[in-house]
């Protein structure tokens, strides 16, 4: 890492600015000099001051107090406060057509239910909340919270920080720091996602090959399942495994934030055996392994198993072998293939058990059948 410095155009004093090498670090420095670009003492001046003019909007508006850390309290006042005008002047038609596209999308402004809506994102009084989604569309967060009823508001919090210094206190940085820049990692419902202002190769091998997370344009995101385990488990997972790796990260959920420092996750199962749900397989186990595993011979010596791309499929009937290779092979089995096991052991133990009986009305055909020869004629094959 190289280093230079510019001025701050507010009080003149040097800041620093890093890049990979002398040269990159120059061009920044000289491009940050003719931006006009402040210290980040200035920022927090200038950001106290908006941020405290927002809170008091928001208490004069009536809108219930935020909780959180005092750092983060004030940066989501304005957070929330920019969001909520947004929707006022979308409703009110006061926004160009390109700003409207930008903070609304294809919503219906004049939807009955928007009202409801609105009510609900008033209530969230998290911090973090806030802060998580302060760069998504003011309808994204209208949908979200009609899907789902507003938290309680909480105990009234202090209102007295920065949002530079909200952003330094959810910060982590490893002692073999690879970058300065940080990977702030965001829960939204579901969905983690990581914003990352980097375009590094080892940073896209990591989150995309081993950690399954996928560019959606703006960040590296991936849908939690419960094949995945708890949102929980994976948020610390990734910022474990980005601490170990060099990255700095950026949490504002304390708890997560305790969890990726300590490494206190439930690693995440790869080899699983789920159930087909449609198709020409529908009922049938479907057996799937990471890309860089070979289990395809064990799997498809599987009684009656088939190859479907990428998977292996095997019919429930062959449950007993299918358990004893997922015990064997460290499979975790899904609860729709539990299922289907289950309903097939249940079938197989109910059907009834017979000793066949002896076949009647034919002749016997084996050894010893024939009668025993005379030398005489039969009397109906004579002549008359």
Same mark, same amino acid.
């Given at each position: ?219 590296? +995101?991936?849908?939690? #399942? %419960? /094949?995945?385990?708890?949102? @929980?488990? $994976?948020? *610390?997972?990734?910022? =474990? ?90 499979? +975790?089995?899904?609860? #729709? %293939? /539990?299922?289907?096991?289950? @309903?097939? $052991?249940? *079938?197989?133990?109910? =059907? ?33």
């Amino acid at each position: 890492m190289a280093r230079a410095y510019f001025h701050c155009s507010t009080c003149n004093d040097s800041v620093a600015i890093y890049g990979h090498n002398r040269r990159e670090a120059d061009r920044l420095a000289a491009w940050h000099e003719s931006q006009g670009h402040i210290c980040a003492d200035c920022e927090q001046k200038a950001f106290a001051i908006k941020n405290a003019e927002a809170a008091q909007a928001n208490a004069a508006a009536g809108l219930p107090p935020l909780s959180g850390t005092d750092k983060q309290v004030q940066w989501a006042e304005s957070i929330r406060a920019e969001t909520i005008k947004a929707i006022a002047d979308a409703r009110n038609g006061r926004l160009s057509p390109l700003e409207q596209a930008r903070l609304w999308g294809d919503l219906d402004t004049d939807d009955p239910g928007l009202d409801a809506a609105l009510v609900a994102l008033q209530g969230q009084t998290r911090a973090s909340w806030w802060i998580d989604r302060r760069d998504r569309r003011a309808s994204d967060l209208l949908a979200e919270v009609a899907a789902s009823p507003a938290p309680a508001p909480q105990a009234n919090p202090d209102q007295a920080a920065l949002a530079a210094a909200a952003q330094a206190e959810a910060t982590v940085r490893p002692t073999a720091e690879q970058t300065a820049a940080v990977a702030e990692i965001r829960v939204i419902g579901d969905k983690i996602e990581i914003h990352f202002p980097e375009k590094r190769e080892d940073f896209r091998q990591l989150v995309r090959f081993e950690l399954g997370y996928a560019w959606n344009g703006t960040a590296w +995101a991936r849908p939690i #399942t %419960a /094949r995945s385990g708890p949102l @929980a488990d $994976r948020v *610390a997972e990734l910022g =474990a495994r980005l601490l170990a790796a060099g990255y700095p990260i950026r949490l504002q959920d304390p708890e997560h934030r305790r969890r990726a420092i300590e490494a206190d996750y439930q690693p995440e199962r790869k080899r699983w055996i789920t159930g087909y749900t449609s198709g020409a397989h529908q009922g049938w186990l479907c057996i799937q392994w990471p890309r860089d595993e070979d289990l395809y011979s064990p799997a498809k010596r599987l009684p009656g198993a088939r190859y479907d791309k990428p998977a292996i499929a095997v019919p429930a009937s062959s449950y007993d072998a299918i358990e004893d290779f997922a015990e064997a092979h460290g499979f +975790a089995i899904s609860d #729709t %293939a /539990r299922g289907y096991l289950d @309903a097939a $052991r249940a *079938a197989h133990d109910a =059907a009834l058990m017979v000793q066949p009986a002896r076949i009647k009305g034919r002749e016997p055909c084996g050894p010893g059948s024939m009668p025993e020869a005379t030398g005489e004629i039969d009397q109906a094959l004579m002549d008359d």
